[in-house]
């Protein structure tokens, strides 16, 4: 690691550009940490289903990224902090389901990892470790809100709220589901 990153103060007032670039950063890759998100879902559904997986992030108008045989993509950038894997619950059982569920959080605390472990271990210097910083504590705060055991806050579409994947597996576990 550099000396000059080694023996950073972030808490002073030279740095609080490299602290704003951070915070910028958690805003900026928020629709990217919940596409991580969603796709550790999609990935085990489509594993262990095999009907037609739907991917979407945010809840505006979609923009389809990517449509395949087995998955389709969506994303809007509008209250993109949302997600949502769809797939057939009809034809799926409970277990394949507690799976599914716990693909998401899986996902984001691997990225929140790899972030943790790249910030130890790669000199980046001031710009790259501020925007890593970024990446890290959104996985870290999606991880959060979706293991969770709670209702999330609803959206324009659904006003009522859904609940997080760390509900929706307290549910299965206790057979309430």
């Known amino acids: ?10 808490f002073s007032p030279q740095g609080l550009p490299w602290v704003c670039l951070a915070w910028a950063c958690i805003y900026l890759f928020r629709p990217i940490a919940t596409l991580v998100h969603e796709l550790g879902h999609a990935l085990v559904a489509i594993i262990l289903t095999k009907e037609k997986v739907f991917l979407t992030v945010g809840t505006g108008k979609p923009y389809t990224l990517w449509k395949g045989r087995r998955m389709e993509v969506s994303i809007s950038i509008r209250n993109s902090i949302f997600g949502v894997t769809s797939f057939s619950k009809n034809t799926t059982s409970r277990v394949v389901v507690f799976f599914i569920l716990l693909g998401g959080p899986v996902s984001s605390i691997i990225f929140s990892i790899l972030g943790m472990n790249s910030l130890l271990n790669f000199d980046l210097g001031l710009t790259g470790k501020s925007a ?6 959104i996985n870290i705060l999606v991880f959060l809100r979706s293991i969770l ?3 999330l806050q609803g959206t324009s579409k659904i006003s009522e709220g859904v609940p997080s994947d760390g509900l929706q597996l307290y549910k299965i576990l206790r057979g309430l589901d």
């Open 1 to 10: 690691m550099s000396p000059e990153v080694e023996s950073f103060e972030y």
């Open 132 to 137: 890593l910083i970024g990446w890290t504590c």
């Open 149 to 151: 055991p709670m209702t």
